[in-house]
Nanobody
Framework: QVLLYESGGGSVQSGGSLRLSCAVF????????MGWFRQAPGGEREAVAT???????SYADSVKGRFTGSLDNAKNTLYLQMNSLKPEDTAIYYC????????????????WGQGTQVTVSS
């Protein structure tokens, strides 16, 4: 059983920055592809970024150049640095673990955190 705990969400103004963290328990995250997803009110869950154990990343077009995924193997923790935030980035952000490397499809992820709220005001 893999347990994921996100933190770092909050409220910022447009143009601001936040860094989300996801602590992984129960297994090494090097055994999985890790993903960041988000879900806005009334919207579907969408992929934001993926990161594998070698640190290779992929991003949704909407966040390229603004968001950066990284990981700390020693802490079994991954991060999502979010810069130049926009009101449309407002959502609950989730980290997830799966076996399909590089996938941006939520159905390929088996384990999910509880989510952390990010609110960006204009």
């Amino acid at each position: 059983q893999v347990l994921l705990y996100e933190s770092g969400g909050g409220s910022v103004q447009s143009g601001g920055s936040l860094r989300l963290s996801c602590a992984v328990f129960g297994d090494r995250f090097s055994n999985y592809c890790m993903g960041w997803f988000r879900q806005a009110p009334g919207g579907e869950r969408e992929a934001v970024a993926t990161i594998d154990s070698d640190g290779r990343t992929s991003y949704a077009d909407s966040v390229k150049g603004r968001f950066t995924g990284s990981l700390d193997n020693a802490k079994n923790t991954l991060y999502l640095q979010m810069n130049s935030l926009k009101p449309e980035d407002t959502a609950i952000y989730y980290c997830a673990a799966g076996r399909v490397y590089g996938s941006l499809l939520a159905q390929h992820y088996n384990y999910w955190g509880q989510g952390t709220q990010v609110t960006v005001s204009s």
